[in-house]
């Protein structure tokens, strides 16, 4: 049976009618799903005890499963989730105050290559569909809850595991799912998108109106751009800027730029002036982030008087910058880093045991 929160809002409704009810009973039946987070159809206790059945005999109703569970000092929880393939995907909770911003993944792996990301390293298996993206925030806003952390979740970030772009059929029905006013009910300037940039689909933030980018440039050249992306770096810098420069974006909003400064690579004050000339003509804010090392990777976090100084040059120029405080470094939460921790002691694991029923 198909799972039913694979259903966007009208899609639903279509399947509520095709089942032989009216339209209303998909708008309750949608709140269940997505605003009450029930789990089970028999819970909803609004619809008619014949139409639950018949839910149950026509349509699954399943959440990704938690399989492991980190939790930083600082407050940070990175959830491992098996999906119904058995497939493992990171999703990340970062708290501000009371309230928490969500990292969703995208895609199983990541076709995009970047050198010093773990996710990259591990290769592309396949794209997530749009009801599983979603359902990261069904399974976040339960924990919370069940911990006694409350259950708001205040902002999303695409920030996960995959690049948005290259699956964005389901990316955009994670973002009507998510977005719906009768569930979730998250705006455009709560949910933002992170992406390499991929040449030709850079005008889904103007047509779509979904979601604000940001976009992870990293490098204030092309050279530096070919070392740490190589799949990104196909498209040449000079023309991802000139492109950004044409985006139709929504009155006092602004391209953010993603820079994760890496020791020896891309953190000098000789790297800052190259990116301020690079930016200089883009209406942009500048998110600068320490490199969160993760294992086998031979890149390095960067000194902290060198974070700093490159921060006050950027400044000094004019530039809006915020330096994010890496968070959840005592629990891999960087990209990637959980799932391939598991992934080798689930090998180590195996390989421990040595054959099976006597055979090599």
Request: glycine residues 8%.
């Amino acid at each position: 049976m198909r799972n039913i929160l694979e259903l966007t809002c009208p899609e639903l409704e279509e399947a509520v009618k095709a089942m032989g009810h009216q339209g209303f009973r998909a708008r309750q039946l949608w709140q269940w799903l997505w605003r009450k987070g029930v789990r089970e159809f028999s819970a909803m206790t609004n619809l008619a005890r014949d139409f639950r059945e018949q839910l149950v005999r026509e349509w699954a109703l399943v959440w990704p499963e938690v399989h492991e569970v980190q939790t930083s000092s600082d407050g940070t929880v990175k959830l491992l989730l098996r999906l119904a393939d058995g497939a493992l995907v990171e999703t990340v909770l970062i708290p501000d105050k009371e309230r928490y911003t969500q990292c969703l993944s995208c895609q199983i792996g990541c076709p995009m290559g970047c050198t010093f990301c773990s996710t990259g390293l591990m290769g592309f298996s396949r794209n997530m569909t749009g009801g599983e993206i979603a359902a990261q925030v069904l399974v976040a806003r339960d924990y919370l809850r069940t911990h006694g952390l409350g259950d708001e979740v205040k902002n999303l970030v695409y920030m996960g595991m995959g690049e948005p772009l290259t699956n964005w059929d389901e990316v955009r029905r994670s973002l009507e799912i998510l977005s719906n006013a009768e569930g979730l009910e998250f705006s455009r300037r709560r949910i933002t998108l992170s992406t390499c940039a991929i040449k030709g689909r850079m005008d889904v933030f103007g047509i779509e109106g979904l979601a604000l980018p940001a976009i992870s440039l990293h490098a204030p050249t092309q050279e530096i751009r070919e070392r740490l992306m190589p799949g990104a770096a196909r498209w040449s810098i000079e023309e991802l800027i000139e492109t950004l420069q044409g985006l139709e974006l929504k009155a006092r909003e602004r391209v953010t730029i993603e820079y994760i400064l890496i020791k020896g690579v891309n953190d000098s004050l000789q790297h800052a002036r190259q990116l301020v000339r690079l930016l200089s003509h883009l209406k942009c804010k500048i998110n600068l982030i320490a490199y969160n090392p993760g294992p086998g990777i031979e890149y390095a976090a960067p000194e902290p008087e060198d974070v700093l100084a490159f921060e006050g040059l950027l400044r000094k120029k004019g530039f809006t910058v915020t330096l994010r405080k890496s968070k959840g470094q005592d629990i891999a939460a960087a990209c990637g880093q959980l799932k391939t921790e598991v992934q080798d002691r689930m090998n180590s694991t195996t390989s421990n045991e040595g054959p099976k029923n006597g055979t090599a």
